[in-house]
């Protein structure tokens, strides 16, 4: 951090908040609003004499509460930069530090907050985690017992710099502890809480215990755990190291912490599954080893910065295997436990790995964006008239879109990603996606449904999920019936409304339409979007009257070519007891309303064409339009 | 040895095909359930954590012949602490409809009905938190009467029902009325006379302690050795199985107060008999004062699961407030 703040080419904008981002890849504009530290940065030298005189005392986070701080302070000894700063909430102003900084004078009680705006090419998302809060397990009576702590307490308890000078004590005596039983999985591994594993406490319970039994050698310190989990490199040697040294690991996971009123020694109850007994264990001391749980503001910086969150509410990566550490919106890069918990090597790699991708950025004249992108016929789109629509606007997962009334919408090209939500959103078919026109796909439809299409099913996939689905039952051999005719596109939010009534139009048994489930969507919200069009789309393809079951909606993920298989099984079987008769008398009943739903397509000649029906006597575009 | 030819591969998924049972796979043995059990203090080999994990292997005959499925009292003390969020009661349930299907009985002890004693007034039916209870006809002396029967499949001893019977109809192994009316009076303790009347140093007290509301063997081994000429330890199975009657015997004798202690609210091993057990000693305490005695003579604690060792010290707080002098009541 010393080395960051010394290099030339690095500034470090401490107690500052990002307020606000706009822009794109290689061209963001960040807004940050800087917290007056009420100490002129240039003229304090972070001597601390101004702490020293300082009346108030409140508790010092950083030491977990166990020690306290003055209102003048730094976050703590290592803090970079090191500059004193004014806790507002509890300076009683008695200016005793503006007479202890004398001569340098530092202190500026009139400093206010500053607005800056800083043009930078790429971002990385750094904001690591938090620890979770125990005293929401009353089985384990954090908060309740003295002597019940967390592991961060424990770091500060056993640390030279700490609030008792590396000894460690037991919070209700002072005095040495004799025993420590730790546990694991506190908030983590526990559908109440977190579903998912921390990841990195195993180690440091471990480390912990080494490093106690390493001060206080007659210490009986016991790790109680479902799993040990240490699969990185030399980390099952420590393990074993521990083991070596006498440290007692209970397999089973304890159900509850009860306090003798007296001592305050506590008792840990847990079933030892290797005797396949319950142990009932005193000890002195007891350390939760507690969950690693994104920052309360995560959603928040997830809104200003576009991102997504994964189900257990980290910053989602753009893809697990292949980009982990590029976010979803271009130019925004992932490092440390802001992306999820992970250890101090997998933070510093993941670290070093956005700053190269960062640099790609930063270092290229020019940036290749995604061939397949939208863009808007400025000639169609009703808002360049003067109507008020801006329907395009909240498909959009990347806010790539802007709409004014009596401007065309205008989208950033930059900020695409091909999700073709804004596409099949927009009533006026103004937008049209690359690769994925509206005649594209309308073509496919002809060429799938050319012949006998009552027995098709037409199955629309997303690109990313269901279509590896479908890829997936394939590969897997799973058996399907080979009703199914499949229409690949980017996203289900391109799915149209409009694709799903042509494809009745032209004599479809059933239609199936399918992408991702909702918290694996490529594109942040596309699913979202596509989910909300198909609930009002179920509603439509009744009232033409339209059997409920040739309709379907189903999530289907990469992974799942089983439920792929499956789905297109049951469609197939309820396709095959629909009288045939029924199929052809529905489509024949909805085919004028579509056609009329659809006419503003057949104004154009291309897509005339591609609708046109062989032995067709309806009206083409020409006359409708 | 557990050879895989002996295991029944569909075993977990006809538990799972039953309402409750569907959890079964989600267990991944952490023993959080087994360390809570409060059955498992009395019986070592009751362990739900084992019996998940044996039906999840499709140890079939094994689960289902065991008398263990049966031990499970649906207390759901575990149930909040699963971090997998296992109904492990309900599994439980699932796996005995299918023993039950099968034609395995529960082990017991039951609660018995004397049928020439019962009058059918069906209090028991109501009282029995598991709805274990109801009246059938039955053949008593060549005639037919509705007269109470207990569901085998479905009793838990706690002994609710023998409380409530007004006729005296009802027995529970080792908890009949006879047996406790022994205990409380082993040694002549009752007849011996009580602080009030002058007779005592200290004030005799007579605690009634449900088995499970002490939460480990070291407690009750403090609480035993404590047993003196002021004090009388009579554990219950359940706080709901004291009797008033037994209460008023005790006061009527050489006892100063009574003091009855259950699991507290929620924490109750057979549902509801903490409720009914603090029910009635309130009501009595009312009805004592309405007949002149103090009130205060008959007190119901509740200890939690974190009340570890809080006994004891209740106990002496109940015995300094019976040396208080007593307030008159008109």
Same mark, same amino acid.
Request: hydrophobic content about 40%.
């Given at each position: ?59 010092? !986070? ?115 502890? +004799? ?93 030892? #599954? ?8 005193? !000890? ?36 697990? +295997? ?43 004249? !020019? ?159 596309? #699913? ?34 089983? +439920? ?37 397509? +057949? ?23 | ?55 999840? %292997? ?125 205990? %409380? ?28 509301? %002490? ?116």
């Amino acid at each position: 951090m010393v080395d960051a703040a010394r290099h030339p080419k690095v500034e470090i904008l401490s107690y500052s908040e990002v307020e606000r981002v706009d822009g794109y890849i290689g061209n963001f504009r960040v807004g940050i609003n800087r917290k007056p530290w009420y100490v002129i940065a240039d003229n304090c030298t972070g001597c601390g004499d101004c702490a020293v005189v300082c009346p108030i005392e409140v508790p010092n !986070t950083f030491e977990m509460g166990l020690a306290p701080r003055k209102a003048i302070d730094v976050p703590h000894g290592q803090a970079v930069p090191l500059i004193y700063s004014i806790d507002m909430d509890n300076c009683i102003q008695c200016f005793k530090c503006v007479t202890a900084c004398g001569h340098r004078d530092a202190i500026d009680f009139g400093q206010q907050p500053e607005y800056v705006e800083l043009d930078v090419g790429s971002i990385i998302v750094a904001t690591g985690f938090e620890s979770f809060d125990p005293t929401v397990i009353p089985e384990y009576g954090f908060g309740a017992y003295p002597n019940v702590i967390t592991a961060m307490e424990l770091e500060r308890l056993d640390n030279s710099a700490g609030p008792t000078v590396g000894r460690l004590v037991r919070p209700s005596d002072g005095r040495e502890p +004799k025993s420590m039983a730790i546990i694991q999985c506190v908030g983590s591994r526990d559908k109440r809480f977190n579903e998912y594993c921390s990841g990195f406490c195993c180690m440091y319970a471990i480390k912990n215990a080494i490093l106690m039994k390493q001060m206080i050698p007659d210490m009986e310190i016991s790790i109680f755990y479902m799993d040990i989990r240490t699969p990185a490199k030399g980390y099952e040697e420590f393990y074993n190291r521990a083991r070596e040294m006498g440290i007692r690991f209970v397999h089973g996971r304890p159900s509850q912490i009860t306090e003798d009123p007296l001592t305050h020694n506590l008792y840990v109850e847990a079933e030892d #599954q290797e005797l396949g007994q319950v142990l009932e264990l005193e !000890t002195d001391l007891v350390v939760l080893s507690a969950a690693a749980i994104p920052r309360a503001d995560a959603g928040e910086v997830s809104t200003k910065l576009t991102l997504s969150r994964s189900p257990g509410g980290f910053f989602m990566e753009y893809h697990p +295997k292949l980009r982990p550490v590029d976010s979803p919106t271009d130019g925004i890069f992932l490092a440390g436990a802001a992306q999820g918990p992970k250890d101090i090597p997998a933070s510093v790699a993941q670290g070093s790995a956005a700053a190269a991708r960062a640099a790609r950025v930063l270092s290229s004249d !020019t940036w290749e964006i995604e061939p397949i992108i939208a863009s808007v016929d400025e000639n169609v789109c009703v808002s360049a008239k003067g109507t008020k629509c801006g329907l395009c606007v909240p498909a959009c997962p990347y806010g790539a879109i802007s709409c004014v009334t009596g401007e065309p919408a205008k989208i950033t090209s930059a900020k695409c990603h091909g999700c073709g939500g804004c596409v099949a959103e927009c009533p006026h078919s103004a937008i049209s996606q690359d690769h994925f026109t509206d005649a594209e796909i309308v073509a496919q439809l002809r060429a799938l449904l050319q012949d006998n299409p009552e027995e098709k099913i037409v199955a629309f996939m997303c690109h990313w999920c269901s279509y590896g689905g479908a890829d997936m039952a394939g590969t897997s051999h799973f058996e399907y019936p080979a009703d199914s005719r499949g229409i690949r596109v980017m996203c289900s939010a391109r799915m149209d409304q409009d694709f799903v009534l042509e494809a009745y139009r032209r004599g479809a048994g059933m239609v199936l339409l399918s992408g991702c489930h909702p918290q694996d969507c490529h594109y942040i919200t596309g #699913q979202q979007v596509a989910a909300k069009r198909f609930d009002r789309l179920q509603q439509a393809v009744e009232r033409l009257g339209i059997s409920p079951e040739r309709f379907r909606v189903e999530w289907i993920s990469a992974a799942e070519g089983e +439920k792929y298989a499956r789905v297109i099984t049951e469609m197939s079987q309820t396709l095959k007891s629909l009288p045939k008769e029924q199929i052809l008398s529905e489509n024949r009943g909805a085919r004028d309303s579509i056609e009329r739903r659809l006419r503003r397509w +057949k104004a154009s000649p291309q897509m005339a064409e591609l609708m046109a029906v062989a032995g067709d006597d309806l009206p083409g575009g020409e006359e409708l339009s | 040895m557990i050879r895989s030819s002996e295991l029944d591969r569909g075993f977990m998924r006809e538990v799972m095909a039953i309402p409750g049972g569907e959890n079964l796979i989600k267990c991944w043995s952490c023993g959080t359930c087994a360390a809570t059990c409060l059955v498992r203090r009395y019986d070592p080999t009751f362990n739900p954590r084992l019996i998940l994990r044996k039906a999840g %292997m499709g140890m079939r005959q094994e689960v289902l012949s065991s008398r263990e499925i049966w031990l499970c009292s649906a207390c759901d003390a575990c149930y909040p602490r699963c971090p997998q969020e296992i109904h492990i009661s309900e599994v439980m349930k699932a796996i005995r409809t299918i023993a039950i299907a099968e034609g395995y009985e529960a082990p017991g002890p039951f609660a018995e009905v004397d049928t020439a004693l019962c009058s059918g007034c069906a209090v028991c039916t109501r009282a029995c938190p598991y709805g274990a209870i109801e009246r059938q006809p039955v053949l008593v002396n060549g005639e037919e009467r509705m007269v109470a029967q207990v569901d085998h499949t479905l009793c838990m001893h706690c002994g609710v029902c023998v409380a409530a019977c007004p006729s005296g109809s009802i027995t529970l192994e080792d908890y009949a009325n006879d047996e406790l009316i022994a205990r %409380m009076g082993a040694g002549g303790w009752l007849e011996e006379g009580s602080y009030q009347q002058g007779e005592a140093t200290e004030p005799r007290i007579l605690a009634f302690v449900c088995q499970w509301s %002490m939460r480990s063997d070291a407690e009750w081994a403090t609480l035993d050795a404590m047993q003196s000429d002021s004090l009388r330890i009579v554990n219950l199975p359940c706080s709901g199985r004291v009797d008033p009657g037994m209460i008023l015997l005790a006061l009527s004798q050489g006892a100063d107060g009574v003091l009855v202690a259950g699991c507290s609210e929620g924490e109750c091993h057979y549902k509801r008999g903490t409720y009914l057990g603090r029910s009635k000693v309130a009501l009595l305490d009312t009805v004592l004062a309405q007949m002149g005695i103090q009130p205060g003579r008959v007190r119901f604690v509740e200890l939690g699961a974190f009340d570890r060792g809080a006994l004891p010290g209740l106990i002496a707080e109940m015995s300094a407030a019976l040396k208080q002098p007593a307030v008159t009541v008109a």
